[in-house]
């Protein structure tokens, strides 16, 4: 569990000084994606579908990260498969609650953070805040309670998500680019 929380901060680490200020990039993305604003959150979910790596790799952990996303059920569920394909990974499944969007990540904490489409997402970013927990080990136990996904080009993604622990909130973030 060590390895892969400190390999997942290596990434992190790795990969935040890239991003630019949301304002500027939800800017950036509303001029190179008119196509992409038009969809509605299911759709502009189910446009990741494929495979992500890091946009700029430097060690083998980094090379080896994956994201891939994968439409099931005729389409009614998203899976994002979250880190090295051949070690441990997480999973978040994203699907419809009739008008609503909904996530469940699968952590590899061992609980399950459900999150919820918010008021934060436009047609440049996707938001999803915490609902609830199942399997949480302490009310101060680490657990996800945001991802935001910021389309920068149909082939550059930032992925931020945001951990509690303690009432303390961290920020991670990724940007990729599409492999297939």
Known sequence: ML???????LLVSASSSVVADSAVQDAQVTRSLPALQKQSGWELLGSLAGSWSLA??????????R????????SSALVETFGNPLKQVTQTVYHRNGEQLMATHYCAQG?????????ASTPAKLSFSF???TNLASPTASHLVK???RLITQD???????YSAAGVREDSRLLLKRVQ
């Open 147 to 149: 991802i935001e996904f």
């Open 56 to 65: 700029d790799p430097v060690t083998d952990a980094q090379k080896a990260f």
């Open 131 to 133: 609902l609830d927990v």
């Open 67 to 74: 994201i891939d996303f994968r439409l099931i059920s005729k």
């Open 111 to 119: 609980n399950q953070p459900r999150l919820v489409m918010d008021g």
């Open 3 to 9: 390895t892969l929380l400190a390999t997942f901060a």
């Open 156 to 162: 550059l993604l930032e992925r931020i998500e945001t």
